[in-house]
């Protein structure tokens, strides 16, 4: 079999529950996604939005940058939770947590979850 290099910014790669690891925008059917994201803007990361996952955990890594990792209060009147993510850093998103991404500078951000498990919510 011949390996080749893979895209990492360029496609999901989906880490499948036997072992088998494959690449596309197609979403796996079981497993894992491991997404990678050249992050300039606000936009690449939906800074606009909060997402939740009921389903599992979510990994965020800032490969190369500086982000901020914001978690929505889990009671009305508590403050956002923040969490500064350099270069090499990651955070564990809890199972259902609504979170969001905030750029401080361009970023290579890495992100781990399960396909088709997300939720979107606009900030207001």
Avoid at 30 to 36: E, F, N, V
Avoid at 95 to 119: C, E, F, K, M
């Amino acid at each position: 079999m011949t390996v080749k290099p893979l895209e990492l910014f360029g496609s999901s790669i989906h880490l499948r529950r036997g072992g088998e690891i494959s690449t596309g925008r197609e979403p796996a059917q079981d497993g894992w996604r491991l997404q990678a994201v050249h992050a300039k803007t606000g936009d690449d990361v939906r800074a606009d939005h909060w997402q939740a996952h009921p389903d599992a955990e979510k990994i965020v890594s800032c490969l190369v940058g500086k982000i901020r990792l914001y978690l929505r209060p889990e009671r009305p009147g508590e403050p956002e939770e923040e969490i500064r993510l350099t270069a090499g850093t990651a955070a564990i998103v809890p199972r259902g947590r609504w979170h969001r991404i905030a750029l401080d500078i361009p970023s290579d951000v890495l992100a781990v979850t399960l396909p088709g498990d997300g939720r979107l919510e606009r900030v207001r």
